[in-house]
């Protein structure tokens, strides 16, 4: 419909008169065909059915005399409304879409439908109006002080966001006084802990002496859907300013198997659980919490009827730049469970292994981080990078910046098999680091940089003594 319409208001008139009846009768084929659309909820899959209801108010733009005019405009503002309620969270404001490349689009379709039907002398509804604002609120959030953001869900590698935004909210025209601060302190106007309930998504943030950002990015959310990826308990890491825990991104391919290992739980820095790589279960928050000392949050991933997942990560306020990350398999009928735990790295990344507890990964500005991991079970790595699958597909060790695009990245995978399992890494800025960790029967006690922190084993939470 767009384009015909494209045509008609550039090109009908310098058209054959043959020619131009063929035209208005495809138009209004398409008209017929959108208003049986607009009618039957059936066809409305929220951002598809936006862009149904989008093409509708063009043809109601360019045929403002149409019999049928009042009936479609109502039929679309209705779709439009009902849209912008359902594709982002009422309370977070994060798009449904649980992939944060789809938050934008999402914003940038709201953007053009209130600019539409701003055209037309209409009242936009004020659903639009609240969503767009929390929309761009949330969007600040999402950023890196670069302006990408991490790829979470169907989301390419580093993609930058920044600049759209800011446009999006010029075209916004209403103010946010977050969003005016965040334009001019940049992150450090907003929350150092953001909590997105809805999406299960945890955000905390610091910065060392140097202005260096630290940001950790922890998916706590439902069961895979829409762009969504196998990703809970997934977390995602700059550090220092660096990016050093990355997700692979996506979609490399639409088809199978091609998307399916981007999306699987090894392309993400999480556990896979006796070879489970997708989730079937939604993640739940356990905790978070702000003091003086960290940032903190941990979640619980049910793998099975029998078998729960649990993380908690701690990302301290020292100068030097610390994430600790604890995760416990729990199986209630008591069975040995194979354990792998996978570490995504950006492309380029050296990883020199000193001892077992110990590797130094150097990244392609050269700048050096420590990865120190302390696991009560024995346990085995290697490392994977730009792994081929029998067909000459992308499987494990990649990152994908654009459409059938892959640049190899290096992913650790370790692997444990044992009935108990608990596992503790540390990454740092700080290379001789040496936590001092004390495993008692219901909690764990780290010692690292003057903190002693201990972890209960019961309510997966890390505090401070």
Known sequence: MNHLIYFYLNFYRETPKEKQTVILELIDKNIKMLQKYLDNSEYDDDNHGLIQARSSLNYVAAFPLAENKTQILEASLLRIEKNATNMFSQTDGLSVEQAIDYHYIGTSMFIDAKKQISRLDVDIPTPIYNTLNRAIEVGAYLLFDDGAVPAIGDTYY???????????????????????????NGQSALDDLKILTDA?????????????????????????????????????????????????????????????????????????????????????????????????????????????????????????????VIDQVIDASGGNNTIKDFWHFPPETMINSIDDQRSILTLENKHKFLHFQYSLNPTSCDTIIGEFDNNNLPKLGWVTAAYYVATPAPVKVCTSEDKNYIKINVFSNELELNPQIEDFADHLIISIMGNVLKYDKSTNKITVI
């Open 158 to 184: 580093n993609n930058k966001w920044d600049v759209y935004l800011k446009r999006y909210y010029d075209l916004f025209d209403t103010s946010n006084v977050m969003f005016d601060e965040y334009l001019i």
């Open 200 to 324: 299960g998504l945890i955000i905390a943030k610091k910065r060392n002496l140097k202005n260096n950002l630290s940001k950790v990015f922890f998916d706590v959310g439902k069961k895979r859907t829409v762009h969504g990826h196998f990703d809970n308990l997934n977390i995602i890491l700059l550090l220092d300013g660096d990016k050093l825990l990355v997700d692979s991104g996506g979609p490399y391919v639409y088809s199978s198997p091609g998307r399916g290992y981007f999306w699987s739980l090894p392309a993400h820095n999480s556990l896979v659980i006796n070879n489970q790589v997708d989730n079937t279960f939604d993640a739940v928050i356990d905790n978070s919490s702000e003091t003086d000392t960290m940032l903190t949050a941990a979640g619980t991933q049910k793998t099975t009827d029998q078998i729960d997942h649990r993380r908690a990560f701690a990302l301290l306020k020292s100068n030097t730049d610390i994430l600790l």
